[in-house]
C-alpha cells in the first residue's frame, strides 16, 4: 500500500510535469490525478483546488531553488562575486531540473506570478531574497547603474530566460565555460 506522503508526491510531480507541458489550463485535476495514478478525490485531500496546488508547487520549487543558491553562496565575498555566484548557479540548477524551469516560467507569465514579481519589486512580499537583495545592495553601494530595481533584474536575468529555452530545445548547449561568459556579460551590463 502506498504511503499518503507517497501519494501527495505523485500528484506534486504529475501536475509538474503536465503543466510545464501544457500549461495551467491544459492541466486539469482530473487529468493530474490520472498522470499521479490517484483518484480524482485524492488531490483534495492535499490541495483544496488547482490554486492551491499551483501556489504550493511553486512554493515547493522556489525553495529547492533557494536552498541550492544558499548552498556554497559566498556572502563575504564583494557584491560582483555575490551576483556572478547566484547567476550561475540558477542556470546549473534550470540545466539540471528543466522541468522546474518550465512549471517556473509558465508561473511567472501568469497572473499568479506576475502578483507576486511586482511584490518582490516593490519589497512587499516578506520572503528573502537572494537575487533582490544583491540588486538593492548594488544600488545601495551605487555600484550598480543608476536604474530601477525592476530594470536592473530585467536586464541582468531576462536573457537567462531565452538562454534556457534555446539550451532545452537544442539550440545551445549551455556548458561551464559558456554559463561563465554570459553570468559575466550580465555583470557588465548592469554595472556602473
Known sequence: ???????????????L???????FHGAP?????????????????????KDILITELHKELEAKITAA?????PVEQPLRERFLYAMREVFRYFITYPLHFRYMEQYFNSPYGITLHRDRLLGKSGDP???????EQG?????????PTSVL????????TLLMRDHI???ISLDNHLIDGITEACWDAIKK
Open 139 to 147: 544600488a545601495d553601494q551605487q555600484v550598480l547603474k543608476a536604474l
Open 129 to 135: 531574497d537572494i537575487l533582490m537583495d544583491i540588486f
Open 169 to 171: 530545445i537544442g539550440f
Open 1 to 15: 500500500m502506498m504511503k499518503t506522503s507517497d501519494k501527495r508526491s505523485d500528484v506534486v510531480q504529475a501536475a
Open 29 to 49: 485535476m482530473a487529468e493530474i490525478a490520472e498522470k499521479a495514478g490517484v483518484g480524482a478525490g485524492t488531490i483534495y485531500r492535499y490541495f483544496e483546488n
Open 153 to 160: 533584474f530585467s536586464i541582468a536575468f531576462g536573457s537567462l
Open 69 to 73: 543558491l544558499l548552498d556554497g553562496y
Open 17 to 23: 510535469e503536465l503543466i510545464a507541458e501544457k500549461g
